[in-house]
């Protein structure tokens, strides 16, 4: 919505996991196209090429092909609890030292599952990694997910839109 407002035409660039990764971005974002390809600079163009002058990518921190004029990187509280495990072992894609590639370093927290605490704890490895990164903290909140006049229930709306992994849950 911001960068609509300030008068760009924004597109989001997914690598379509699960397939039902973009329905999730479309689902967030109605007004925004979401171009999905394995292969993200090949969405990125196609993105371009149908006018769109921003685009945001999910989940590309290490797609080193694509130039980005900022990298504002999302990392969970939670995933600082533990040592710092690279896949297939644990879910880090590249070491901690890679933050200093970031532009600024959000670290989210969710709600009742993480606390203020390990927000803190976070937020300190990032800085011994990085002392001149600028760090946000954020935690998310439900989407609106039954508007008035919906038919369909809250939960059926979450089973619409959740991952094949989300959906065992709900």
Same mark, same amino acid.
């Given at each position: 919505?911001?960068?609509?407002?300030?008068? @760009?035409?924004?597109?989001?660039?997914?690598?379509?996991?699960?397939?039902?990764?973009?329905?999730?971005?479309?689902?967030?974002?109605?007004?925004?196209?979401?171009?999905?390809? !394995?292969?993200?600079?090949?969405?990125?163009?196609?993105?371009?090429?149908?006018?769109?002058?921003?685009?945001?990518?999910?989940?590309? =921190?290490?797609?080193? !092909?694509?130039?980005?004029?900022?990298?504002?990187?999302?990392?969970?509280?939670?995933? =600082?609890?533990?040592?710092?495990?690279? @896949?297939?072992?644990?879910?880090?894609?590249?070491? @901690?030292?890679?933050? !200093?590639?970031?532009?600024?370093?959000?670290?989210?927290?969710?709600?009742?599952?993480?606390?203020?605490?390990?927000?803190?704890?976070?937020?300190?490895?990032?800085?011994?990694?990085?002392?001149? @990164?600028?760090?946000?903290?954020? !935690?998310?909140?439900?989407?609106?997910?039954?508007?008035?006049?919906?038919?369909?229930?809250?939960?059926?709306?979450?089973?619409?839109?959740?991952?094949?992994?989300?959906?065992? =849950?709900?």
């Amino acid at each position: 919505r911001d960068l609509r407002a300030a008068g @760009l035409r924004p597109a989001v660039v997914c690598r379509g996991y699960g397939g039902d990764e973009p329905q999730v971005h479309r689902w967030w974002n109605p007004d925004v196209p979401v171009y999905a390809d !394995r292969d993200r600079c090949r969405a990125a163009a196609a993105a371009a090429a149908a006018g769109c002058d921003v685009a945001v990518l999910d989940d590309a =921190f290490q797609h080193l !092909r694509l130039r980005a004029d900022a990298y504002v990187l999302l990392v969970a509280s939670a995933d =600082f609890d533990r040592a710092v495990a690279l @896949l297939p072992c644990g879910p880090w894609r590249e070491p @901690l030292g890679a933050v !200093r590639r970031a532009d600024l370093v959000v670290v989210v927290r969710r709600e009742g599952h993480e606390s203020p605490e390990a927000a803190a704890r976070a937020e300190e490895r990032v800085h011994r990694a990085a002392p001149a @990164l600028p760090i946000a903290r954020a !935690r998310p909140t439900t989407p609106d997910i039954c508007r008035a006049g919906d038919r369909a229930s809250a939960l059926d709306r979450l089973r619409d839109t959740a991952s094949s992994h989300e959906r065992a =849950f709900l």
